[in-house]
């Protein structure tokens, strides 16, 4: 019992870091219907701004975070106008083929740059664990799941409460129609980027406080951030932020009760079945 | 017509097939050297990643290299090394010098083959050495196989590599096996110090690609004949982002020693984990990989003290052996950086090569690859923690074996074997909340 105690909270804590960068790439398909295949390198590239900042800065991850967030969005608005908006007028395939390049380059450069060796941040304000009864959770852990919980509640509030917010939702649902209502969409395009390239960016300054950091990093969380976006319904941020706590949750449990090798594929067969019933994902529209 | 002329490129084929194995590499572009008469040089071909992603390695192995020649070569008889107290050369070679010409295989099988043919029939090396990558020493020890010209691997650990019934293929290095088993005479010496304070249950963490399902493989194997128990094993998945599940059923296995093989990323993980939910064992043993990356120590910080991982060399070696001294600090002179496992083991590999060529007297493959058979280099004439290098009928040197570091102080530190120790074992390892 201590022990499904400790996997499902871990497995919780977990979940809520996936959703929150599966909640980035959600937001951006949502609302232009294009599927960022650089999206676990962008979450790389936010890795690397929190190393930097503490290692050359002396910056704690969580004090750099404001900071990697707004690098990550800026840097989601140059990838809009630079990469995006020339491809928007071509095929589906040329989109896809740009995203994916674009990862493969920033990855490319990453280990050029960076060298392909693994970084890791010392001690921060969020080391050492805690016990709640005989459940023993890592401080730092917790701190990402909280942190993830909140910046999600900022986009909720981003989204739902204010205008702009209501512009990027009229975007997301009909274009044409936002446009005749005066919205300017190709601002609420770059809006998009810049708030789904933040959201990873906070995924990334919260994973960095735990996790080790090297180019190949994006692979371990993109694949996961897509079947999250996937389970939960593609372009729907509550959707991202149950599939991913679900995913973290399943995965964790699946590893106790058969061999922990192959406790993703349990997780990818959550999604198939979800994908047979319910194709538009959990919190979807059909 | 058409008849006849694939008749005769079916003779042609034919003849070219009979012909090839024939025709030795001796007779052909090798001489081999009549009585007094002797080569100025004799060449050897090295076939390393020079560049790509281990480029760095391939520095090290050059530079391993470069250094054993060039001691080889001055005679530099200050040092109790195999041939060095000859004046200079290959002696019975009429103090012939060596030469190594290098090649490179990026890393890739494919080139590491077609370089070892290029070395062989066209610089006519008499004795190949590479690669490194197991992968690679695969494919250009099969280049050699075939031209019938010795291979001396120096460094490459896969067990597979001496199973191929190969009969011109050395090797110096102990392979994984070897070090598996080396775990289970380690915890056998271990249990002779600390009576009644190390367990026979051994529970194993591994990732869940070959290498460490070989890991796991040769543990049980060894498990069994040294009579310790493996209560379980757990596989994980290299990108796995959390390793809360695995950590569980190793605690839930209750076994007091750990056996892990693991990367940097994931023992990083594993470790923090083990940390946070407070598992405790008696002694962690790893199988190198992760925990001798040069980045583990900085890392991981406090939390990889006390970790015991298999090694192959460790420059502490020298406070017990001297002749590791003498030769680490040439080589720090001259390359501003300390000996490591990949540049001490192609250090010694040089030596093997040299040493059959001399007693060989010849430069003839035939009469190299006899000599090889014969090889017999004593413990203290080497700077491996090895008990010698004498070679069975794979292939295989019977006399290696790894050393067991254990991360004291934020260094390694040779603990085992015993009389290699350059400070005493510490175990158990302390739990986690009484550091």
Known sequence: MEI?????????????????????????????????????????????????????????????????????????????????????????????????????????????????????????????????????????????????LIVSGLLFALLDRTTVGTALRATAEDRRAAELMGIDTRRMFALAWAVGAGCVGAAAGLLAIYFPIFPDVGAVFGLLAFVTVALGGFGSVGGAMLAGVLIGVVTSVAGLIFDPAYKFTVAYLLYLVVLVIRPQGLLGRA | MRAWLAHLAAVVVIAAACVQPGASPA???????????????????????????????????????DLAVELINSGRSDFD????????????????????????????????????????????????????????????????????????????????????????????????????????QFLDDAAKRFPGQVAKKVVILHTDDLFGSDVNKFVRQFAE???????????????????????????????????????????????????????????????????????????????????????????????????????????????????????????????????AINRARSIDPVKIQEALKQTNIPAPQIVMPWDGIQFDARGQNTKGRGIMVQIQGGEYVTVWPLELASKPLIWPMPEWTKR
Request: glycine letters at 10%.
């Open chain 2, 81 to 184: 090394l195999p041939l060095l107290k000859d004046g200079g050369g290959l002696r019975n070679l009429g103090g012939a010098k060596l030469k190594v010409i290098f090649a490179d295989s990026a890393g890739d099988p494919a080139k590491g083959q077609s370089e070892t043919e290029r070395l062989i029939t066209s610089d006519k090396v008499a004795v190949m050495t590479g690669a490194f990558q197991s992968a690679v020493t695969a494919t250009a020890s099969q280049a050699a196989e075939r031209l019938q010209v010795p291979f001396v691997n120096a460094e490459s650990s896969s067990p597979t590599l001496v199973a191929r019934d190969f009969k011109w293929f050395f090797r110096s290095t102990p392979d994984d096996s070897m070090f598996a088993e080396n775990f289970f």
């Open chain 1, 4 to 148: 499904v105690a400790q996997t499902v909270a871990s497995g919780v804590l977990l979940g809520l870091i996936l959703a929150l960068s599966a909640a980035g790439l959600t937001l951006i398909w949502g609302v232009m219907d294009i599927v960022n295949f650089a999206h676990g390198d962008f979450l790389m590239l936010g890795m690397y701004a929190s190393f930097f900042a503490w290692a050359v800065l002396g910056l704690d991850p969580l004090l750099a975070l404001p900071g990697v967030v707004a690098a990550l969005g800026l840097f989601g608005v140059v990838v809009y106008l630079g990469v995006i908006r020339p491809v928007l007028r071509g095929s589906v395939l040329a989109q896809i083929f740009a995203t994916f390049g674009l990862g493969i380059l920033l990855r490319g450069v990453a280990q050029f740059v960076f060298t392909a060796d693994y970084r890791q941040i010392g001690d921060t304000m969020a080391t050492g664990s805690f016990a709640v009864g005989p459940v023993h959770l890592g401080l730092p852990q917790t701190i990402a799941a909280l942190g993830a």
């Open chain 2, 225 to 355: 004949k040294y009579t310790y128990e493996v209560v379980g094993s757990v596989g994980y998945k290299l990108t796995a982002p959390d390793l809360t599940s695995e950590i569980q059923r190793l605690k839930a296995s209750a076994a007091p020693i750990l056996i892990e093989a693991s990367y940097l990323a994931d023992a990083t993980l594993a470790i923090r984990t083990l940390k946070q939910q407070d598992v405790n064992f008696q002694g962690v043993l790893a199988m190198d990989a992760g925990f001798v990356d040069t980045k583990f120590i900085p890392n991981v910080g406090k939390d990889a003290e006390y970790m015991l991982t298999r090694e192959v060399w460790a420059k502490d070696l020298g406070t017990r052996k001297p002749i590791v001294k003498q030769v680490n600090d040439l080589f720090r002179s001259k390359y501003g950086t300390d000996m490591n496992g990949s540049s001490a083991r192609a250090f010694t590999g040089i030596f093997v090569i040299a040493d």
């Open chain 2, 27 to 65: 007779g052909e572009g090798q001489p081999t050297a009549a009585a007094g008469v002797f080569p100025k040089e004799v060449a050897i071909g090295a076939v390393y990643p020079l560049t790509g992603a281990l480029a760095p390695t391939g520095v090290d192995l050059k530079n391993g290299i």
